[in-house]
């Protein structure tokens, strides 16, 4: 099983910095298949990043993400107010599809 | 538009069953893998289990092998869970989720509770 280790565990950050999130995977991930998830309270994830680098549609093109292997990263250039939130990386390479345990990005 | 309508959840003694629905449209739901992901409360994601196109493959985490069983209908555009020997762990927010190059669309989610 891919262990999916992010951080940090909480960001803290104002409004127009900009947010580096990290996940580091205990092996490989076949064919980078890397997945970020945004969840705000109440809602149901929405996915922002797939194959480690390509956005989903209708994202901000402020979201972007890089890596490749074991080490990935989700970089928001400059936070607008709704992008405080959960985010979390999935690897779907290779059964069991594992989450990381998230990072929350809080307004400081 | 992509929906996905998740159903039957609800509260259940331990060692109790229940069978979760998912109600697929907008989409042709015979063409593509779809996922069950569950949220215990104030927890993370867990990936549970998923489906193939075609029904060729199955995979489910370690937490649920043996005691659920995913399945498709295609005629019926739906996607189901079938969970049996429920736990208090198994207590949780279950999620249907369609795959298009990671999780793209997800349902509200149907709330499954195990308790005494």
């Known amino acids: 099983e891919i262990v999916l280790t992010q951080s940090p565990g909480t960001l803290s950050l104002s409004p127009g910095e900009r947010a580096t999130l990290s996940c580091r995977a205990s092996q490989s991930v076949t064919s980078n298949y890397l997945a970020w998830y945004q969840q705000k309270p109440g809602q149901a994830p929405r996915l922002l990043i797939y194959g480690a680098s390509s956005g989903a549609t209708g994202i901000p093109d402020r979201f972007s993400g890089s890596g490749s292997g074991t080490d990935f990263t989700l970089t928001i250039s400059r936070l607008e107010p709704e992008d405080f939130a959960v985010y979390y990386c999935?690897?779907?390479?290779?059964?069991?599809?594992?989450f990381g345990q998230g990072t929350k990005l809080e307004i400081k | 538009e992509v929906q996905l309508v998740e159903s039957g959840g609800g509260l259940v003694k331990p060692g109790g069953s229940l069978r979760l629905s998912c109600a697929a449209s907008g989409f042709t739901f015979s063409s593509y893998n779809m996922n069950w992901v569950r949220q215990a409360p104030g927890k993370g994601l867990e990936w549970v289990s998923s489906?193939?196109?075609?029904?060729?493959?199955?995979y489910y985490a370690d937490s649920v092998r043996g005691r659920f069983t995913i399945s498709r209908d295609d005629a019926q555009n739906s996607l189901f869970l079938q969970m049996n020997s429920l736990r208090a762990e198994d207590t949780a927010l279950y999620y249907c989720?369609?795959?298009?190059?990671?999780?793209?669309?997800w349902g509200q989610g149907t709330l499954v509770t195990v308790s005494p």
């Open positions: 989720a369609r795959q298009f190059g990671g999780y793209l669309n």
């Open positions: 999935q690897q779907y390479g290779s059964s069991p599809y594992t």
């Open positions: 489906i193939t196109s075609g029904s060729i493959y199955m």
